[in-house]
């Protein structure tokens, strides 16, 4: 069984839409990840979270909230979403002690 | 923010061959990883590297720590086609917590 599950993979929608992701892991890790894969740019990190309640911007956090429910659930949300926005999304998570983060399969968005 | 620039984007060399690609930055970090991305899937890691100067193997992979702590390179020797994917490294600067930077990536195809 997967470590770090996340839903949808795939998902199509039109601008403006409010759309969720979902991450969820079985791994017991405190710290939880989210980034953005596009072509040529590597992993950019949107928001990150190291407990239950601590949300922190990364790198590319405007258009994006987040919600960290439990300590294995991290959701990003596009409150409008906007073609610009399509790209490959990430789930991660790792220990507080170490600097090995596991990721997620994958979400493929496409904004229309 | 930080750069990391990864090198070459893209190889397409012949199965059997050695494989190098390298990363380079503009600022110390504390920390080099590398990772796979399998098509479809998410990064996984590959090799960790701690200190300065490491020099560190995983079956066919090897990957070096830069002395001046700026840059890390991975090799590949004996391709084969299974090592086709996106080939990533990310690095953790001083003061940036768990945060990692991530370069461009390096696609390699291998021709059977």
């Known amino acids: 069984d997967a470590d770090v599950t996340q839903t949808p993979r795939n998902r199509i929608t039109k601008t403006g839409k409010r759309i969720m992701l979902e991450c969820s892991q079985t791994?017991?890790?405190?710290?939880m990840y989210w980034y953005r894969q596009d072509p040529g740019l590597g992993l950019r990190l949107i928001y990150y979270s190291f407990d239950v309640k601590d949300i922190n911007k990364g790198e590319i956090s405007d258009g994006y909230s987040v919600s960290r429910q439990a300590q294995a659930k991290f959701s990003l949300s596009l409150e409008s979403a906007i073609p610009n926005q399509t790209a490959l999304y990430f789930c991660?998570?790792?220990?507080?002690?170490?600097?090995?983060?596991?990721f997620g399969p994958g979400t493929r968005l496409t904004v229309l | 923010g930080q750069q990391l620039n990864q090198s070459p984007q893209s190889m397409f060399i012949q199965e059997g061959e050695d494989v190098s690609m390298n990363c380079t930055s503009s600022?110390?970090?504390?920390?080099w990883l590398w990772y796979k991305q399998d098509p479809g899937e998410g990064p996984v890691l590959l090799i960790a590297?701690?200190?300065?100067?490491e020099l560190t193997s995983n079956g066919r992979l090897t990957a070096q720590f830069g002395i001046t702590r700026k840059d890390s390179f991975l090799n590949i020797s004996a391709s084969i086609p299974s090592d086709v994917g996106i080939y990533f490294c990310?690095?953790?600067?001083?003061?940036?917590?768990?945060?990692?930077?991530f370069g461009g990536g390096t696609r390699l195809m291998v021709k059977p």
């Open positions: 590297l701690y200190k300065a100067g």
């Open positions: 990310a690095g953790q600067g001083i003061n940036a917590g768990n945060m990692l930077t």
């Open positions: 600022s110390i970090f504390n920390t």
């Open positions: 791994k017991g890790h405190d710290r």
């Open positions: 991660a998570t790792s220990w507080a002690e170490t600097d090995t983060q596991y």
